[in-house]
C-alpha cells in the first residue's frame, strides 16, 4: 500500500499564491507519474498539472504560464507552485501519483485525500 499525504491548501486572495505539497509514503519500487486534479461541486476531477518521472510537464489551458509542478524524487513529493490566482481556482485539490509496488512491482494509480484552496477577497 502507498499513502499519500497532501498539505498546503487554505485561503488566498486573487493574485496570492500557494504551495501545495504531496508525499508519497509506503511500498514504493518506482514512481512514474505524479500529478494535481481538482473538483467543484457538481464537476468532475480535472487534471491541473502532470509530471513523468523524466520531468515532462502537462498542464490544463487554465493554469498555464501562472502554475508549475515539480517533483523530488529522493523524496518522493511532488510539489504545485501557484501563483497569480484567481476566484476560479478554487477546487478541492487532489495528488494523484503511479506507482509501481515494492512488493508485487504491479503499477498503481494512489489518489490523496484532497486539499481545499480557496480563492477569494
Known amino acids: 500500500q502507498v499513502q499519500l499525504m497532501e498539505s498546503g491548501g487554505g485561503l488566498v486572495q486573487p493574485g496570492g499564491s500557494l504551495r501545495l505539497s504531496c508525499a508519497a509514503s509506503?511500498?514504493?519500487?518506482?514512481?512514474?507519474?505524479m500529478g494535481w486534479y481538482r473538483q467543484t461541486p457538481g464537476n468532475e476531477r480535472a487534471l491541473v498539472a502532470h509530471?513523468?518521472?523524466?520531468?515532462?510537464?502537462t498542464y490544463a489551458d487554465s493554469v498555464k504560464g501562472r502554475f508549475a509542478i515539480s517533483r523530488d524524487n529522493t523524496k518522493n513529493m511532488v510539489y504545485l507552485q501557484m501563483n497569480k490566482m484567481k476566484p476560479e481556482d478554487t477546487a478541492v485539490y487532489y495528488c494523484?501519483?503511479?506507482?509501481?509496488?515494492?512488493?508485487?512491482?504491479?503499477?498503481?494509480?494512489?489518489w490523496g485525500q484532497g486539499t481545499q484552496v480557496t480563492v477569494s477577497s
Open positions: 509530471i513523468l518521472s523524466g520531468g515532462p510537464t
Open positions: 509506503g511500498s514504493i519500487f518506482s514512481i512514474d507519474a
Open positions: 494523484n501519483v503511479l506507482v509501481t509496488d515494492q512488493a508485487v512491482r504491479v503499477m498503481r494509480n494512489y
